[in-house]
């Protein structure tokens, strides 16, 4: 059993027992920040007796950014007869600079130098956080550190049995593997759609998901463990920079998701020059050398980020568009996250798993909603393209195919026709003196007599024939696998449906006649197009001849009175 001891041994506060608790333990330290230059361990060793130091009074330790270098004390108070191990890790990964001093008795016995500007091979123990394994002999022990960095000075403490600290680190990890393996997942899934439909949202939100695996690997460490630990120098940049590309990459693709250059093109060059500026001061904080500015902008930033995520996602849901909802949502998680997260490590709230991984769980539900999104405007898409396509093919007044839809669809039946010599009919008709009718009730009520005949028509025609209006006040009707004679009754009960229409208008209701041309195809219509032309002129026939009647060409003529 190993006990904490805070304070000098005269004042000493009561002792946690360490093993019983996976908690920082900073209110169990006291510290002193170095406001009046350098002190080395000596120095900071007599402060500490003269009570200088003042107790830490979160779990957490946090002195900001760009904070002077602090000395934290803890003593630790080993009851037992024997020497207990213990592993103290400072889970920070960013501290430029941390010097560890273990003594007994008044004497140092252990010291160590760490931080991410020195190679990684040189830690003590291999791990993305600075991890120190220390025997503490029986009695008390004194533990000083010295702390060092621009960035958030944030000093997460744990004092724990090596065991239990093993199995945490390997639980840590493997949940690190399910966050990242998950966005991976989502980042290939996106760029093989973008590789495919050439839709540059997806490549953007790839990105933006990239960008934020590659923030987070930056700052936990592991980009330093696994991918540049000999880079000391990027190390000290990798922050800030991944901090604003990951922020850049989230607006880049809010701007192409929530489409304002369409819905809100002065707000999108606002997002561009925004991101500009900040990337510009960045940029002059590298070439500086200036650590701390670059934290500072690349901290307000990414602060200014999340509000401006919520704030787009606000305006674009209320200009109607459906899929910024869950653009939103996902805003809005991401930003509870890295609150809870900020929060935990700052100490204000307790700093569990769930509190300090809170920006990762954010991130996830972020990166789900996102892709759901995206799928839910894929849809969308497609749905409006299909529509498009079926308006595209009708005629606004009748809802009948037009000409195009006419060949489109013809051009099945019309080679299965020629390949296997069925007799196919084309069937033409136009109304009689439609100028008069027009003249005499409107144009309206001309639109309202060509609406019902159309109606007519859909009603008179068989499965697999193809109707359409050809034109003004002329239709046209294929007739696959059928010969003249059958025509010929299609079109004559046609002719005396039309005939016996009636439609109202101001003053009682109109009728109309039509006249019609039937062409039967024979080997000599080598395209649809002949055959229409044939069944055309038997239309001029039928015109010639008096009109409200069916005329086929080659066939018969059947005025109206001969077949009544
Ligand atoms: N109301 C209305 N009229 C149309 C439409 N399309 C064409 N028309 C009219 O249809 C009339 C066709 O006139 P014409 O080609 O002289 O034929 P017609 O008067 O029917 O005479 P015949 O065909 O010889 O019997 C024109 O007055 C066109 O303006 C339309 O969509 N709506």
């Known amino acids: 059993m190993l006990l904490l001891a805070a304070g000098a041994a005269a004042v000493a506060a009561p002792l946690p027992v360490l093993k019983d608790s996976v908690a920082a333990i900073g209110r169990s330290t006291e510290f002193l920040q170095e406001r009046d230059g350098r002190l080395d361990l000596a120095a900071a060793v007599a402060a500490y007796r003269q009570g ?7 779990p957490v330790l946090d002195f900001g950014i760009g904070a002077k270098p602090v000395w934290i004390h803890f003593a630790v108070d080993n009851p037992t007869a024997a020497p207990v191990a213990r592993r103290l890790s400072l889970e920070t990964s960013w501290l430029d600079r941390v010097d560890v001093y273990f003594r007994e008795g008044g004497a140092t016995v252990a010291r160590y130098r760490v931080g991410d500007t020195l190679p990684f091979a040189e830690r003590p123990v291999r791990g993305r956080y600075f991890v120190f394994e220390h025997a503490f002999p029986p009695g008390r022990s004194d533990v000083f550190l010295r702390v060092e960095t621009p960035d958030p000075m944030v000093v997460p403490l744990y004092l724990l049995d090596p065991e ?82 990951y922020a850049m990459g989230g607006l880049q693709f809010a701007i192409r998701f929530l489409d304002l250059r369409t819905y809100f093109p002065r707000v999108r060059r606002a997002v561009i020059g925004f991101c500009a500026a900040f990337a510009g001061v960045l940029a002059l904080a590298v070439v500086l050398g200036n650590q701390t500015l670059a934290l500072l902008v690349s901290f307000s930033f990414a602060f200014l980020f999340t509000w401006l995520m919520l704030a787009l996602g606000i305006v674009s849901v209320r200009a109607g568009q459906k899929a910024a909802r869950y653009f939103l949502i996902a805003a809005f998680a991401a930003m509870v996250g890295a609150l809870l997260t900020t929060l935990s490590v700052w100490g204000f709230i307790p700093n569990t798993v769930w509190t300090f991984r809170a920006v990762e ?97 859909r009603h008179s025609v068989r499965q697999g024939d193809v109707a359409a209006r050809w034109g003004g006040e002329e239709f046209i009707v294929f007739l696959p696998e059928t010969d003249a004679a059958e025509a010929m009754r299609l079109a004559e009960r046609l002719r005396r449906a039309i005939a016996a229409m009636r439609v109202p208008h101001d003053g009682g209701a109109s009728s109309v006649t039509a006249s019609f041309g039937l062409a039967q ?30 005329t086929a060409c080659g066939g018969g003529n059947f005025p109206a009175a001969a077949l009544a």
């Open 521 to 550: 195809r024979n080997p000599s219509h080598l395209t649809l197009d002949a055959l229409i032309a044939a069944a055309d002129e038997c239309l001029y026939e039928a015109k010639q001849q008096g009109r409200d009647r069916v």
């Open 361 to 457: 769980i954010g991130m996830l539900v972020d990166a789900t909603l996102l892709a759901l999104a995206l799928a839910y405007q894929l849809r969308v898409g497609q749905e409006e393209r299909i529509r498009a396509q079926r308006l595209a093919q009708l005629d606004p007044l009748t809802a009948l195919n037009n000409r195009r839809a006419f060949y489109d669809k013809t051009a099945a039946p019309w080679s299965q026709t020629v390949r296997h010599g069925h007799s196919t009919s084309v069937m033409l008709f136009d109304l009689d003196h439609f100028k008069a009718l027009n003249d005499a009730h409107g144009h309206a009520h001309g639109d309202a007599v060509l609406r019902a005949t159309a109606e007519l028509l």
């Open 164 to 245: 239990t600290a093993r199995a945490r680190q390997a639980e840590q990890e493997f949940s690190y593997g399910i966050v990242y393996g998950f966005l991976f997942a989502l980042m290939a899934y996106n760029a093989i759609l973008f590789a495919s439909l050439r839709s540059a949202r997806y490549l953007f939100y790839s990105l933006y998901l990239a960008l934020f695996v590659a923030m987070n690997i930056a700052y936990t460490g592991h980009g330093f463990a696994w991918l540049w630990p000999d880079a000391v120098r990027w190390q000290q940049w990798a922050n800030p920079v991944l901090i604003v590309l």
């Open 52 to 58: 200088r130091f003042a107790p830490g009074a979160r």
